[in-house]
């Protein structure tokens, strides 16, 4: 991380002094006029308002019905790639730190040697749970709660000093059509009764399945329920079970199936249980079971092993369904291209599933994610309303694949073992239950999603010349040597979350130094030419990597290259006092043996440049002289902005 631009102050350095002239939040009291209002702190909210929270001159508030921040329970699976997501938060090292790591899985069945009343379970297989080369952080698991306090945490240590207004629930919102620069108005009622309306440019709705936001739209969640209950509890328990502290499936004989989930800390542990189908017309069905009862089921599912439950962290029980939202914002089919959207919904709000898989979570906070620098960039003037189309075009297509697989998923989960003697009664043996798992390992990692070309993700036509960043799919990070001080780091893990492109310029063959080298070219006309994006995109009051932050990857040992004889534009004045950025320059990891060249298929003959979004998407893949093809990619949804507001 840098600090100390703009002068050295004592302190935490990731601790920002707030912005000059900011309203403070949190206090009960809301101003009638907002650039932004979130609704909910669930995970889409606390991940959206977190990117916002480093916009300072974009006023930003969060409301939460409930009276304070989650404390237990809910999703706590978290995929590799939204370890990625809050390494750009700075969170990811406490993440790894605090999680259970998820390495491998094992998978029981029914032990052939006995029957009858005897009949138990067996190990029947143990895997890798996430595979070699998908990423270079853990499948960990951490408490909700933990993962949206990181996030809020970061909120109020941001130079905006974000913090929600809790026991304030919003009963409804309008887009009024003359509604100037504020159209959309939002109805809050708070705890004690008293009601109050807010005036806003944007509103997010992040409250849950039941949302408010979404009901006032008149968007309706489609989908079935399964008529299929689980019950899930976190315990701390004593058990002769020998995996109890690795991810485990089991299908009982003895009838329903487990999901074992280690959790944080060494000995809490998270049962799913499989209390059976459900009669769709008895309405209350799911309200019968009880704890004691899911305690049962667990322990029947691990006959022949005991399990005691010593103490009860959080309990539930929830009925399989898939659910998605018609769309994702209030504009109408009918009415798309005729104005942009001023409304619009995130995580369950839009799309509800199964908790087995992991993915409610890590799904909602991509939705945040995704749609928080498009948020940030029109509100600064960077880019045009119509920007904000994308989000919906983008998610809904995201959250429509997580449906699919959900279903599939949770079926496969709750199928019951196959029997040999009666193979007409169907079900899933061990076995394939096990290839389904180890199958599913891409999308349950978080790695599945991937953009269509579009106003936002080009099209593959050079993809030959980095074949290991595949546009339209996250930016996978590897090894490299920052040039200026030999430190090695993850390429990927310099990019924060903070709004700003990024365009990672790797150099063909040649001499980098040389002014005709093709790294040098592309310097120059970053840097000179009247097309460049980076000239025609940030304002002069701006720093130079403002918009966007430029880094050049070299192909020769750190050691054989200085940094003051590349090109200045990658050494960038910053700051009141004009200081340089020595961080922008990276060479292969040539002693740990990591050459990213070698390891992305980076064409060393012609060199490359890879654009990504500031969320983490391959957004283009270009020869390095495609200087033109460069300029109209960002011509197509950026404007000139006069300054950074």
Not at 186 to 196: K, P, V
Not at 463 to 480: E, I
């Amino acid at each position: 991380m840098q600090f100390y631009l703009d002068g050295y102050r004592p302190g935490d350095p990731e601790n920002y002094p707030a912005a000059p002239g900011i309203e403070p939040s949190g206090t009960g009291v809301l101003p009638e006029e907002v650039d932004v209002l979130i609704v909910g702190t669930g995970p889409a909210g606390v991940v959206l308002a977190a990117q916002l929270a480093e916009f300072p001159h974009i006023t930003t508030r969060v409301v939460e019905r409930r009276g304070g921040p989650l404390e237990i329970g809910q999703a706590d699976g978290v995929a590799c790639r939204t370890v990625e997501m809050f390494n750009a938060f700075g969170l990811a090292e406490k993440l790894v730190r605090e999680g259970y790591w998820v390495n491998e899985a094992t998978f029981w069945g029914p032990d052939g040697t006995h029957g009858g009343s005897t009949a138990g379970i067996t190990r029947t297989g143990r895997v890798q749970d996430v595979a070699d080369g998908l990423s270079e952080y853990p499948h960990v698991i951490v408490n909700q709660a933990r993962m949206q306090e990181y996030l809020l945490e970061k909120m109020r240590t941001s130079p905006s000093r974000l913090e929600p207004e809790y026991g304030v629930e919003v009963t409804g919102v309008k887009v009024l059509p003359d509604g100037g620069d504020h159209p959309v108005e939002a109805t809050l009622q708070r705890e004690g009764g008293d009601t109050a309306v807010v005036r806003a440019k944007y509103v997010v709705g992040c409250d849950g399945a039941r949302s408010a936001v979404r009901k006032s739209l008149g968007i309706e969640l489609r989908g079935d329920a399964r008529n299929h209950a689980w019950g899930v509890m976190d315990v701390l328990a004593v058990t002769d079970f020998p995996d109890i502290r690795l991810k485990s499936v089991v299908q009982s004989p003895a009838g329903g199936n487990l999901l074992i989930i280690p959790r944080e800390g060494g000995y809490l542990v998270r049962f799913y249980v499989d209390l059976g189908d459900l009669d769709p017309a008895d309405r209350d069905a799911r309200k019968r079971f009880t704890f004691d009862s899911i305690v049962a089921a667990a322990q029947k599912a691990l006959h022949p092993y005991t399990l005691e439950v010593k103490s009860t962290a959080w309990w539930s029980v929830y009925e399989v369904g898939q659910r998605i939202a018609d769309r994702f914002d209030d504009v109408l089919d009918a009415e798309r291209g005729t104005r942009t959207p001023r409304v619009f919904i995130a995580g369950d709000a839009c799309h509800t599933h199964s908790a087995k898989a992991g993915q409610g979570m890590n799904v909602s906070m991509q939705d945040g994610f995704n749609l928080g620098w498009k948020l940030a960039a029109v509100l600064e003037g960077r880019s045009p309303e119509s920007l904000l189309d994308t989000y919906a075009e983008e998610r809904r297509v995201i959250a429509q694949e997580l449906i699919d697989f959900d279903l599939r998923f949770s079926t496969m989960m709750a199928a019951h073992p196959t029997d040999p003697a009666h193979p007409e009664l169907g079900g899933v043996d061990p076995a394939e239950k096990q290839r389904m798992f180890t199958e599913a390992g891409r999308f349950t990692a978080g790695f599945a999603t991937e953009y269509t070309p579009g106003l936002l993700t080009g099209s593959a036509e050079h993809q030959s010349v980095a074949t290991g960043f595949p546009v339209g799919q996250r930016f996978y990070s590897a090894p490299v040597v920052r040039l200026a001080d030999a430190k090695p780091l993850g390429l990927g893990h310099v990019a924060q979350a903070d709004g700003r492109w990024r365009i990672y310029a790797f150099a063909g063959a040649g001499d980098p130094t040389s002014p005709d080298s093709g790294i040098a070219q592309l310097a120059a006309f970053l840097g000179e030419s009247a097309d460049s994006p980076v000239r025609r995109f940030t304002p002069d009051s701006a720093d130079p990597d403002a918009v966007f932050d430029v880094r050049a990857v070299l192909q020769q040992e750190h050691r054989e290259l200085e940094v003051e004889a590349l090109p200045a534009f990658f050494r960038p004045a910053k700051g009141p006092f004009g200081l340089k950025d020595y961080e922008k320059v990276f060479t292969p990891d040539l002693k740990g043996g990591r050459d990213i060249f070698d390891e992305r298929g980076i064409d060393r003959e012609r060199g490359a440049i890879v654009v990504v979004r500031p969320d983490q998407y391959v957004a283009a893949v270009l020869p390095l002289d495609a200087h033109a093809e460069l300029s109209d990619f960002f011509a197509a949804f950026m404007q000139p902005a006069a300054a950074l507001v």
